[in-house]
């Protein structure tokens, strides 16, 4: 599921955001370890908060001037301090199938990323809904058995990047 990094870019021309921006993803859900169907009656499993995570902080860094991770959501004075005026929490479903019978690696790949966005004082400003698709062939995949998540991964970033520089909301 990791991204490729070097697609994970804003479109030309985008004016990015002049905000501080800090994302909450605490360790546990970097621990989470999803399982979903592959083919022939396979299963595949993989961390779906930690192997996107780079990809997502990417992202951000190609909307926001400044990304920073948090490992609280309390601490609101120190959020303050550091000059954070935004919050942006990722919630990450995924799921996964094939059309062959013979090989296990998954054929189709989704990714869902829903970023609930708040001020530094915990006061909702938006959230942003992307899915990502991905779809790889038995002869793609040969060498990458992650190609149909990589995909997926690739796609669902590059939309959170054009759906959150496109946000006025996000501008104020």
């Given at each position: ?74 601490d609101t004075a ?89 946000s006025p909301e996000?501008?104020?």
């Open positions: 599921m990791n991204p490729d990094l070097a697609v994970v870019t804003a479109p030309a021309g985008a004016k990015g955001i002049d905000k501080k921006v800090a994302y909450f993803m605490p360790d546990a859900l970097r621990t989470v370890e999803v399982t979903t169907p592959g083919g022939g009656g396979d299963k595949v499993r993989y961390f779906p908060y930690r192997d996107i995570e780079p990809g997502l902080y990417k992202a951000l860094s190609e909307v926001f001037t400044s990304v920073t991770k948090v490992q609280s959501l309390t120190a959020l303050q301090a550091n000059g954070i005026s935004m919050l942006i929490t990722p919630e990450i479903t995924t799921n996964s199938s094939s059309d062959g019978a013979f090989t296990w690696p998954p054929t189709q790949f989704s990714v869902n990323l829903v970023c609930t966005i708040t001020d530094a004082n915990r006061k909702p400003l938006q959230t942003v809904r992307v899915s990502g698709e991905g779809a790889a062939t038995f002869s793609e995949f040969k060498s990458n058995h992650s190609l149909a998540a990589v995909r997926a991964s690739n796609d669902a970033l590059a939309k959170l990047v054009k759906a959150l520089g496109e996000l501008r104020r």
